[in-house]
């Protein structure tokens, strides 16, 4: 069910055109910009995005402008563990990864200690209203996000499209503190 439901999400997500990718990203950038979380984090963690994910290119560049300790994870695929690695030169600085995915450079990115990340903004296929995410099947942030300190901010950014009432989820699914898409922001229920 989990494995139909991701590709159903990830083809609505691919048949939208670069406009509306960049018209939502620059939305969703400016929305976590105002969140209290963002103004007073010093360390962040974000994702480089692939495949028509909400563009992280320039919330990277402005948080950086603003003198945040941006990171981006390094997929070591073997062990399933994500490593934080500091984004020190956007444009030389990154390389492609496991997964054809963009992270730093191993030789300019100091890894950064995973208790030092005051907010980490994942990536994710679909989440459900409740902050629920819905990952690509790897299970790489679900066990990353178990270590991180219990004060951090976890963040998901969407579009509309990729928001459900409910998602398909086991027990070790993360459930995340704030959900941002281009027309809302939504906190759990918590119990």
Known sequence: ???EFRKKVINLRKEKDKDF???NSDIITDKLLNLDCIKNAKNIMLYLDFNNEVSTYSLIKKLLNLGKIVSSPITLKEER???PS??????NGIQYGAYNI??????CSPAINIKDLDVVIVP???YDKNCYRLGYGGGFYDRFLENLRKDAVTIGIAF?????DEVPK?????????????SRILTPNKK
């Open 21 to 23: 990718i960049k018209h």
């Open 81 to 83: 563990k994500l490593i």
């Open 1 to 3: 069910m989990k494995k």
């Open 124 to 126: 994710a296929v679909a």
């Open 160 to 164: 509309d499209l990729q928001i459900f």
């Open 170 to 182: 086991e027990p070790h699914d993360a459930q995340l503190d704030y959900i941002v898409t281009e």
């Open 86 to 91: 500091q984004i020190t030169d956007l444009k």
């Open 102 to 107: 963009r992270e730093p450079k191993p030789e």
